[in-house]
């Protein structure tokens, strides 16, 4: 998934001019991408001269800090409104039961696109 990096991004407009599908706008002098539209073709990577469209792989370390202080806030909750303290461990529990399941979906994916290569 592309994103912009707005510190790089200059506002020049390349990648709005070459988008295929024009899912591109400048807004507040910087690019800024509708997901919805975007079909992953790359191009607004390839054109921009100043390396301002970045990849998803950047956002990794973001991505692990939301999603651990979106379960401590779980657990919080589930202490506050179960107003019980062992709520904290079963909450824990099922968050990481959803990340697994998360981790497999993403795995069983990656199996079945490979197969798309042949
Ligand atoms: S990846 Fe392709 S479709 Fe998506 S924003 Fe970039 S140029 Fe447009
Ligand atoms: S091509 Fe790069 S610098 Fe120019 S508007 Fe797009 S993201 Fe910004």
Known sequence: MPWVDRDKCTGCGTCVDNCPVGTILIIGEAAEINMDKCIHCGTCHDVCPEDAVRHDSEKIPD????????????????????????????????????????????????????????
Do not use: P, Q
């Open 63 to 118: 991505r692990v800090g939301e999603n651990i202080a979106m379960t401590k806030k779980f657990m919080d909750d589930c202490e506050k409104y179960l107003e019980s303290a062992a709520e904290r461990k079963k909450c824990l529990n099922r968050m990481m039961k959803h990340f697994n399941a998360e981790k497999i979906i993403a795995e069983k994916t990656l199996e079945e696109l490979k197969s798309l290569e042949s």
